[in-house]
């Protein structure tokens, strides 16, 4: 019987709630003022827009032309032309009526919103802070998980290793403290959510319900907390499969949000996208949004050598996480072959292989037992082979330089089902290894192979497996628990891009549009065999993996010592955290966890 990640994973039920369709204030105003908006726009011509809209947020076709930049620059600027959530025209005077405000328009919207009375049978309405004998159009679930968010439930909680990082001498530490100073994108969801979850409660004040939410908030944080409102409206009408009131509040979400914004308007901005497509394939009107599907089947989510390379370069330097988590990685190998004079590592996912410079450096520091012979063999697709090899000839020019003996293999499998013991060229002397770097999400959706792969590595009994994988829950079956925890997650790594890279570096809006835009896309608007970005939490793989006799192995203090000290050399290390989830390393950005690095043995 396969293991069920699914099942495994689901923390709250996912009973759905039937609601009679609502005629929406905030919907009637947009209307009215929505057309005058598309008027202005229609009066503006910019040059290759017609060919934008055909790419959506996946412009492969623009490399070629060196016009990228320019391109997402126009797109900017036709968001720019839209208009400010408390003044949707702004100071355009072709206009003479101002619908009302978003915060106005929730207002009004709550009043009509909460109806029909349910039982509460699965979850006390008072465990979500709202009152009983109301209905909601977010099923209780979905609440209850907005109201943890909302709480700080879901921040890390381990063990803190790191307090806030003193700044090195890497980047830009202007770009770091600027995102110090100003409020989080996680900040901004939790008090949209808690704003969210507040307007299904009566209030038993006088006053306006939510004066305490916007205290001590600039203009553009009240205006980004709206925003996040005005998504989660729009989910929550997808979810009532209510798609003519969802176009709508899409519609003018898409025209507040920009992919080239601040991190709360971009992430908006991606999961507008991802909303409309949603609707399109629910709707049967799939193909009609910008890019919608075809990128889904030309694009292979989990195969990163397709980001082009300069973007992908850049996000991997750019991140201290990633250096940190591939540097305390290497050490626990390193640790596990100290005697070794051969060393075989199998790497499921190896992308460029800069990981293995570090572990050459270690052996080439050896002042005893100096290594014979290092082999590292990739595991890949026919299509991945010539990166494969373009991998290989420049380890092999490394380690020339470093006098390391090295052989470089490559095994090409169609899926893991093919994968088979046989395939490796193996030595009785040689110590094996087993790295896996966010190899392993890739087949949560195709168990089979996840298992398959697992009874091979336990068959070639490596002495150590090292597993890297995103700590996020985007597993659930139901759409809009997926959806809240997919969409807290991403506020929180755009926020971490911002602080990482320079707002305007063109790498990052690539990355963010390639592999964010699209991962994003696939996790809320596909199902079944076709949603390929499946990401569980450690204690689902820890179940997964004792069904394969593996015991846990703690992170030695010299691996997450040398994890701590790559941090300190960004300046946005001082944000980075490091917590142990028992044995298991957690990294996050500001408390919330984005990945984990755990050890494991086959007894």
């Not at 349910?118 to 004998?133: E, F, H, N, R, S």
């Not at 921040?155 to 403290?177: D, F, M, Q």
């Not at 088979?420 to 949560?444: G, H, N, P, Q, R």
């Not at 959806?483 to 997650?489: D, K």
Request: net charge negative; with cysteine; hydrophobic share 40%.
């Amino acid at each position: 019987m396969s293991f069920d990640f699914e099942l495994e994973n689901a923390m709250f039920s996912s009973e759905d709630f039937n609601f009679q369709e609502i005629q929406d204030p905030l919907l009637s105003s947009i209307d009215s003022s929505f057309n005058g908006i598309e008027e202005m726009n229609s009066q503006v011509h910019f040059n290759g827009a017609e060919e934008w809209s055909d790419f959506g947020a996946y412009p492969s076709l623009l490399f070629d032309n060196g016009n990228y930049q320019d391109e997402f620059h126009l797109e900017d600027q036709q968001h720019q032309q839209s208009v400010s959530v408390n003044g949707m025209l702004g100071d355009d005077h072709r206009y003479d009526t101002v619908p009302p405000s978003l915060e106005a328009c929730l207002e009004e919207t709550t009043a009509n919103i909460i109806g029909d009375e349910i039982a509460a049978t699965t979850l006390a309405p008072q465990d979500v802070g709202v009152k009983k004998g109301k209905g909601y159009p977010f099923s209780l679930a979905a609440l209850e998980l907005l109201n943890n968010y909302g709480s700080g439930f879901k921040r890390l909680k381990g063990e803190r290793i790191i307090e806030p990082i003193k700044y090195g001498n890497h980047g830009n530490n202007v770009e770091a403290e600027a995102a110090e100073d100003r409020r989080s994108a996680e900040e901004i969801l939790r008090i949209a959510g808690a704003r969210f979850i507040q307007s299904y409660s009566p209030q038993e004040s006088s006053g306006h319900p939510f004066e305490c939410s916007f205290s001590g908030l600039s203009d553009e944080e009240t205006k980004d907390v709206e925003l996040v409102e005005l998504l989660l409206s729009s989910a929550e009408k997808v979810e009532c499969q209510q798609y003519e009131s969802a176009s709508r509040l899409l519609n003018l979400c898409d025209y507040l949000s920009s992919n080239t914004g601040n991190p709360v308007q971009r992430v908006v901005y991606y999961f507008c996208e991802a909303l409309k497509e949603k609707v399109d394939r629910e709707t049967g009107r799939l193909g009609s949004s910008k890019g919608s599907g075809k990128w889904h089947r030309l694009f292979d989510i989990n195969n990163p050598s397709l980001v082009p390379g300069a973007p992908r370069i850049a996000f991997h330097q750019g991140l201290p996480v990633f250096q940190a988590e591939k540097c305390a990685g290497v050490q626990a190998i390193v640790e596990s072959i100290a005697e070794a004079k051969k060393v075989h590592v199998i790497d499921l996912r190896i992308a460029c292989g800069s990981q293995w410079t570090n572990l050459m450096q270690a052996l080439a520091s050896r002042l005893e037992n100096p290594v014979e012979l290092l082999k590292v063999t990739a595991i890949g697709t026919a299509t991945a082979r010539q990166a494969l090899e373009e991998t290989g000839r420049w380890l092999e020019n490394f380690a020339y330089t470093m006098k390391i003996p090295f052989s470089f293999k490559i095994v090409i499998v169609e899926n893991m089902l093919s994968l088979k013991e046989d395939l490796f060229e193996l030595d009785a002397e040689e110590t094996l290894a087993v790295y896996s770097y966010y190899a392993l999400k890739s087949m949560i959706a195709q168990p089979a192979q996840l298992e398959s792969l697992m009874r091979v590595i336990r068959s070639l009994n490596p002495r150590v497996m090292v597993v890297t994988e995103v700590e996020a829950n985007f597993n659930s079956p139901d759409f809009v628990n997926r959806f809240i925890e997919a969409l807290f997650f991403y506020g929180t790594f755009f926020d971490f891009l911002e602080a990482s890279m320079k707002h305007d570096d063109t790498n990052r809006v690539i990355f963010e549009s390639f592999y964010c835009g699209l991962a994003i896309r696939n996790t809320v608007a596909t199902e079944g065999e076709e949603r390929k970005v499946r990401n569980v939490q450690i204690h689902v793989w820890r179940a997964f993996f004792a069904r394969f006799g593996t015991e846990e192995l703690e992170l030695s203090p010299s691996s997450v010592y040398k994890a701590k000290k790559v941090m300190e050399n960004f300046p946005c290390g001082r944000s980075c955290t490091l917590d142990m989830n028992g044995k298991c390393l957690v990294m996050g950005w500001k408390g919330t966890p984005i990945n984990s690095l755990s050890v494991w043995r086959f007894v």
